[in-house]
């Protein structure tokens, strides 16, 4: 349990920046911070594995850290706050998805979609902008 909280303290730290600037994103734009939680179970080393997800039920944003490189991890993070911004905007409820599954539903193609464009696209900016401000390297 000590090595799992170490992990967790770690990415704690190592994403700070990441997570200040959504912060930040969040405060101007007049929205609620989502609750993150970091997970740190141990996976198969497949393809496979889960990164993360965003539960409307709970608000929550879960992140898998296992296997995983830091790069993917901020992807993931900045993919599932559009699914929390869609769910903000009403946008997931009006979709009428009905499972997890984009080859069984149509309607959450869309939602994946936009998160994935406007997820990795807003991540890219932002690194781009940290190296640029040499804040990151």
């Known amino acids: 349990m000590k090595h799992i909280n170490e992990e967790i303290k770690y990415y704690k730290e190592t994403f700070k920046q990441m997570f200040d600037f959504i912060k930040k994103y969040f405060k101007r734009n007049e929205l ?11 996976q198969n080393d497949d393809m ?12 929550q944003i879960v992140l898998f850290m296992d296997g995983r490189h830091k790069k993917d991890i901020g992807r993931s993070f900045f993919h599932e ?9 009403g946008i997931i409820d009006k979709s009428g998805y009905t499972c997890d599954k984009i080859t069984e539903d149509k ?3 869309k939602l994946e979609e936009e998160a994935y464009l406007k997820g990795n696209m807003a991540f890219r900016s932002w690194t781009e902008e940290e190296q640029k401000n040499g804040k990151l390297k």
């Open 107 to 109: 309607n959450l193609v």
């Open 81 to 89: 706050c559009c699914h929390y911004i869609q769910d903000i905007d």
């Open 48 to 59: 496979f594995i889960k990164t993360g997800y965003f539960d409307p039920n709970t608000k």
């Open 32 to 42: 609620k911070y989502p609750s993150i939680v970091l997970n740190y179970v141990k």
